[in-house]
């Protein structure tokens, strides 16, 4: 079974200019997460999806970061525009159930490596 | 907002020894699960425990949730260099059965 592919792996910019990432979770998956792992600290959820909804978008920075998550499947999360403090792992994740259950399996991407200059 | 602490927060150890990392936290937990990170990788889930008390054993590895829900910790008998990697702690309020996620321990296990 393929697992979690994200793309790009690393991405350098400058500030103020956009970035996009993009993931495509394992077939079936009903529950998507984008999380933020800045360096030296634990995963931080940005967004859950459960199928093509919004479950939990409470930390996302909405005046510069959105995400979407077309026909259920693929994600992609966007930065516009990007600040110095955004530098961290952007991992996504995938469940074969609806998220919110007590033995919840989340299954992580790689992980895009951004660096803001 | 609940926070997880993790101890320590580095460690480094020869190979052959014996390590325990811990997780605590002042809000209690329906459930908490540990998870392994290696470079330029994804977390992948180690195990989840859900009963007070409850242990959990995989291969050399040792998982205990606290008694009152609150804490856990994780054992590793005869480290080996694969061991090596960031442990991650996520536990899941009640209700929610949403994880947050620990601060974190990186562990280095040297040959």
């Known amino acids: 079974e393929a697992g979690v592919a994200q793309s790009p792996r690393y991405k350098i910019i400058e500030k103020r200019q956009s970035v996009a990432f993009w993931c495509n979770p394992i077939?079936?998956?009903?529950?998507l997460y984008w999380y933020q792992q800045i360096l030296g600290q634990g995963p931080k959820l940005l967004i859950q999806?459960?199928?093509?909804?919004?479950?939990?978008d409470s930390q996302l920075p909405k005046d510069r970061f959105s995400a979407e998550r077309l026909k259920g499947v693929d994600s992609t999360l966007k930065i516009q525009p990007a600040k110095l403090e955004d530098s961290a792992v952007y991992l996504c994740?995938?469940?074969?159930?609806?998220?919110?259950?007590?033995?919840?399996?989340?299954?992580f991407g790689p992980g895009t490596r951004l660096l803001v200059l | 907002t609940q926070l997880l602490e993790q101890s320590p927060q580095f460690l480094s150890i020869q190979e052959g020894e014996n390590l325990t990392v811990y997780c605590n936290s002042s809000s209690v937990f329906s459930s908490l699960q540990w998870y392994r990170q290696e470079p330029g990788e994804g977390p992948v889930l180690l195990v989840t425990?859900?009963?007070?008390?409850e242990v959990k054993k995989l291969k050399r590895l040792t998982f205990q949730f606290g008694d009152a829900r609150k804490d856990s910790s994780l054992h590793i008998t005869a480290a080996q260099t694969g061991d090596t990697g960031l442990y991650l702690c996520a536990g899941a309020t009640s209700g929610t059965y949403k994880y947050i996620f620990g601060t974190g321990t990186r562990l280095k296990v040297l040959a």
């Open positions: 994740a995938s469940s074969p159930i609806y998220g919110g259950q007590r033995e919840e399996t989340q299954y």
């Open positions: 999806f459960q199928n093509n909804g919004v479950v939990d």
């Open positions: 425990v859900v009963t007070g008390g």
């Open positions: 077939s079936g998956h009903a529950t």
